[in-house]
C-alpha cells in the first residue's frame, strides 16, 4: 500500500483537492485502487481524476477530487454586470412546468428598473463554455415577467427591444453596444413559423426568430431573444415543460429550425445556468 501524505500536504487548487507521491516504476505494475475519503467532502458525487507524469525515471501519480472548478464568465466578463442586480437564478437542470428558481429576489428589488439583462451559460463535459449575455430596455416594469415566461407569470411579449449590448464567447453572435435589431419571442403558447408581427427578415416557413403563437396557452414554450438584423437567436430556451427534453441554444440553430424548437437538447449539457438582472433606475 501506498500511502497518502499528510494532510499538510494537501493543496487546494480552486475547488479541487490534490495529492501528488512519486512511486518507483515496479510499484505501478502491481494492480492498485484509489479510494478517495475526506470528512468535508464525502456528500453527494464529487469529481476525480488522475494524471501521471514521469521525470527521471521516476513516475508522479496526481489525484484530484473535489469540485470542478466553476469559472463565472458574468462576473468575469461582463463590466456593465456591476450596475445590475440579480433577480433570477435558475439551473436549467430544473427545468420543469412550473418554474423554481434557485434565488429569486423578484419580490425584493425596491423602485423602478430601466434595463434587463439575461446571462446564458451552457457547457459541455470536457468542452469550453458557451455564454451569452445581452441587455436590453426594459420591456416591462413587472419583475414577475421577465423570467421563464411560464402560465403562471402572465408572460406574453411578441416585441421589439432597443438598445441591446450583446456579449458572447460564441462564434457568429453579433456583439457590441447599443444594438438595433432586437425582439423578443416570450410565451407559454404553442407556435408556428408563420412571421406573424412582419418580424425583418424572418421566414413564414421556418421556426426563427420571426413565429407566430397560437393555443393552447398552456402551450409548448418559448423564451427567445433575438436580433432580427443579424437573422440570428441570440438565445433560447424552449418546451421548458419538457424538463431534460427542452431545447437550449445560442447563435441560430442548425437543421429543421433557426431558434432551437424541437431540439430536445437540454441533457447535453453538464451544466446549464441562466441568471436575469435588472438595471434599477439611476
Ligand atoms: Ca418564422
Ligand atoms: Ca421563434
Known sequence: MIPFLSPA???????????????????????F????GDEA?????????????????ERTLTFRAGDVPVIDYLALKVAEVNEYRLIYDLDLSKLAPNIKYDMDNSGSLEGPFDRIAYFLDLRKAGEPAKYVYVSMDAFTDDLRKIGIPT??????????????????NV???ATGTDLPGGNIEFWPNNYGPPNAATVPNAS????????????PIDGYGSMQVHNHDAKQTIFAINNWKAGASADLGIGN?????RDWTFTKNAATYELKRLRVLVRPKQ
Open 41 to 57: 467532502l464525502a456528500e453527494a458525487a464529487r469529481a476525480w481524476e488522475c494524471s501521471t507524469e514521469e521525470a527521471d525515471g
Open 151 to 168: 402560465v403562471a407569470s402572465q408572460a406574453r411579449f411578441q416585441t421589439n427591444v432597443t438598445h441591446m449590448n450583446v456579449l458572447s
Open 204 to 215: 413564414p416557413g421556418l421556426w426563427d426568430f420571426g413565429d407566430q403563437f397560437s393555443d
Open 171 to 173: 462564434t457568429g453572435i
Open 9 to 31: 500536504e494537501q493543496a487546494a487548487v480552486n475547488q479541487w483537492y490534490e495529492v501528488a507521491f512519486a512511486v518507483p516504476p515496479a510499484a505501478l505494475a502491481l494492480p
Open 33 to 36: 485502487s484509489f479510494r478517495y
Open 253 to 257: 440553430s442548425e437543421g429543421e429550425t
